[in-house]
């Protein structure tokens, strides 16, 4: 793709020739497409969600869980009809929906194979919330579930971590954006999400203003009832974090009751939250090819 403009980084990277800031190249590369169950309910509901996850990442957060992946080390590369190949075999053994994680450097494609699966189930894009109007609007002609991060609403852990200092404009940019394109998050009888936004924060050690702010964008901005929210206790020490120490440690109770408290104070009553034991590496998938 010359002049790759895909996400907000608008590298401008000919990906055929070189990979762009996402690391990602011509190529779609994925390292694993199998039922995951380690999502919200409404979205892995009793047979699973099934997870598509590609290589490569726009935003590259030094703490990722799924470092390999994001750094584009993972994975095969794959063509747009066996793309809808693999949509269709999982498709077929039963999952609820088709995740697709992190799949923003190749949009075209994905769109293309979703043409070419037609799914009958729901197609959930799983992401960062670093994506673009363009992008987002695109993703809706096919994509009817957002599942988007809000990692930080402050600027300074978004430089820190993600070398990113538009994160907080542009995530909720393109979060409103989603929520406009779909409307108001709609269940079935069974719970799943058929339609709409579920907002992730993960809280990160340390930053404990950042999820206070996070809570407050997201009861000010959205009324009750227009969007699922899911407040995250799995942070867990992964990457490359020698010059963040900070980081290299899980949340403390005292950290998790702030977070917790300020849920309740915050009003935001429709979505989930975590245990405090959910963090781990027994947690991140094996991105060994399965299903590719």
């Keep these: 793709m010359p002049a790759c ?40 509901g009793g047979r699973g969600s099934g997870a598509v996850f590609f290589a490569g990442c726009p935003l ?26 693999i949509f269709r075999a999982l498709e077929a053994q039963g999952v609820h ?46 994509v009817g579930v957002f599942l988007p991060d809000m990692k930080y609403a402050l600027e300074d852990p978004a430089v820190r971590y993600s070398r990113a200092p538009d994160y907080p404009e542009t995530a909720k940019a393109a979060i409103r954006e989603m929520v406009r394109l779909t409307g108001p998050y709609q269940l079935d009888g069974d719970g799943l999400l058929r339609r709409g936004v579920l907002i992730r924060h993960l809280v990160l050690p340390g930053q ?13 901005t959205f009324r009750p009832g227009e969007v699922l929210f899911s407040l995250m206790a799995q942070y867990t020490p992964c990457g490359k974090l020698g010059p963040y120490p900070e980081l290299r440690r899980t949340l403390t109770e005292e950290e998790w009751a702030q977070a917790l408290a300020w849920l309740e104070e915050s009003g935001i009553a429709d979505g989930y939250v975590q245990d405090l034991g959910a963090s781990g590496e027994e947690e991140i998938p094996a991105f060994d090819g399965t299903g590719v």
């Design 5 to 44: 403009r895909l996400c907000p980084r608008r590298c401008g990277a000919d990906r055929a020739l070189t990979p762009g800031a996402c690391r990602a190249g011509r190529e779609v590369r994925v390292a694993r497409a199998a039922p995951h169950y380690g999502e919200e309910p409404c979205i892995s």
């Design 60 to 85: 590259g957060c030094v703490y990722c869980q799924n470092y390999a992946l994001s750094r584009g080390r993972a994975g095969k590369s794959v063509t747009v009809e066996r793309l809808g190949e």
């Design 97 to 142: 929906n088709l995740n697709l994680v992190t799949g923003t450097p190749f949009v075209p494609e994905i769109l293309a194979a979703l043409e070419l699966a037609k799914p009958s189930v729901p197609v959930v894009w799983n992401t960062s919330g670093y994506e673009t109007g363009e992008t987002v609007r695109a993703l809706s002609e096919k």
């Design 208 to 220: 404990p203003e950042n999820t206070r702010e996070v809570l407050r964008w997201v009861s000010e």
